[in-house]
């Protein structure tokens, strides 16, 4: 039982980390077509935080809507893989 369980919670962590990348990745690709300067590979704190400046100043509520959602997705996400992660580890030790 507490092998299936591992294997279960190991399988939600590695979904839970795609969907955050794609998130993040998505968030990039916004914040590079608005000029924002961006990294692939370092930076992402930052990102989040040129992001929620960019839902604040979004003038189209649609828009800014979609964005919001967006940005709640991945902390949604990121919450989720943390908790996860860590029941995943209680379970193979």
């Known amino acids: 039982m507490r092998v299936a369980i591992a294997i279960v919670l190991g399988l939600l ?3 839970l980390v795609m969907v ?5 990745y998505g968030i ?3 914040l ?3 000029g924002y300067p961006v990294s692939l590979w370092y930076g992402h704190f930052r990102d989040i935080r ?3 400046e960019t839902i604040s100043s979004e003038k189209d ?12 997705a ?3 996400a990121l919450v989720l ?3 996860s992660a860590v029941l995943f580890f209680q379970a193979i030790h």
Do not use: C, E, G
């Not at 955050?20 to 993040?24: D, E, K, W």
């Open 50 to 52: 040129f992001f929620r």
């Open 20 to 24: 955050a990348n794609v998130l993040h």
């Open 61 to 72: 509520p649609d828009t800014k809507l979609r964005y919001q959602k967006v940005l709640y």
């Open 32 to 34: 590079r077509q608005r």
């Open 13 to 15: 962590v590695s979904m």
């Open 81 to 83: 893989f943390l908790m």
């Open 28 to 30: 990039k690709r916004i």
């Open 74 to 76: 991945l902390v949604t």
